[in-house]
């Protein structure tokens, strides 16, 4: 499927939402009513469902080939006054219809795995999940942040089985290594939940700096990973 054609696609699964959802796709938002918690129905299921399949691949590479490909996932909705904060941010007119076609991370999905290399198997595996779309992508691996921000995002549709149809509903997925990990959270709660006008000088010439040195753990533990299976695979022995 083309981007016009997935577009034209999700405009109209998004406006099927919308109408179970509430009658006026314009009335104005509110996260009290109980059309918002029918709304937010679609994003939790479709996390669900994604997490389910995460879950399953996660315990088929451990059990069925022994690596450990994911370590951990993790999954949230945004909370509804984030959501509410977003579309002021943004500028956007606080209805119902601008809720579910331009925020895009209402729902959240978080795989955390070993290796660099895994960001990329793991993308790859995601692509080949039936009837899951794809919407957007963007490297932020191979591309980081100015900030040193690094993580690979995924914007996908979900397909919700419903008793009488099937919905599409989209779900952000970012994919990263423990150590990325690690140095986003820290970054998270700095930039998000510190007072900034309270922050030392220098803490984000500092915060990159760890970045680097993060980036060069990542590619040294990938280094280390490769010369230990190729000794294995060539019957070497491996010293510890």
């Known amino acids: ?10 405009r109209e699964n998004d406006l099927m939402i919308i109408e179970r959802c509430i009658e006026n796709k314009n009335e104005k938002l509110d996260v009290k009513e109980e059309p918002f918690e029918k709304l937010m129905f679609f994003y939790k299921s479709a996390l669900k469902q994604l997490e389910l399949q995460m879950n399953i691949i996660k315990d088929e590479f451990k059990l069925i080939y022994n690596y450990d490909l994911i370590d951990h996932i993790d999954t949230r909705i945004k909370e509804p006054k984030s959501i509410v904060k977003k579309m002021e941010k943004k500028k956007y ?20 795995c070993t290796l660099k290399d895994d960001i990329f198997f793991i993308r790859d595996l995601v692509k080949q999940i039936p009837d899951i779309h794809i919407l957007k992508e963007k490297d932020y691996v191979t591309n980081p942040k100015e900030s040193g921000y690094k993580s690979y995002h995924m914007l996908v549709s979900v397909p919700i089985f419903l008793s009488d149809s099937v919905v599409d509903t989209k779900v952000e997925i970012q994919i990263r290594t423990i150590a990325m990990d690690f140095w986003a ?27 680097e040195k993060i ?5 040294q533990m990938q280094d280390m990973y490769r010369r230990i299976a190729d000794a294995e695979a060539n019957g070497d022995a491996v010293k510890k």
Do not use: Q, W
Request: charged share 35%; glycine share 4%.
């Open 215 to 219: 980036a060069e753990i990542d590619r």
């Open 185 to 211: 959270s820290l970054e998270h709660d700095i930039h998000y939940k510190a007072d900034r006008a309270k922050l030392p000088a220098g803490i984000d010439e500092e915060m990159f700096a760890c970045a």
């Open 1 to 10: 499927m083309n981007i016009t054609k997935m577009e034209e696609f999700m």
């Open 93 to 112: 007119d606080k209805t119902y219809l601008n809720l579910i076609e331009k925020i895009n991370d209402i729902a959240g999905i978080r795989i955390v």
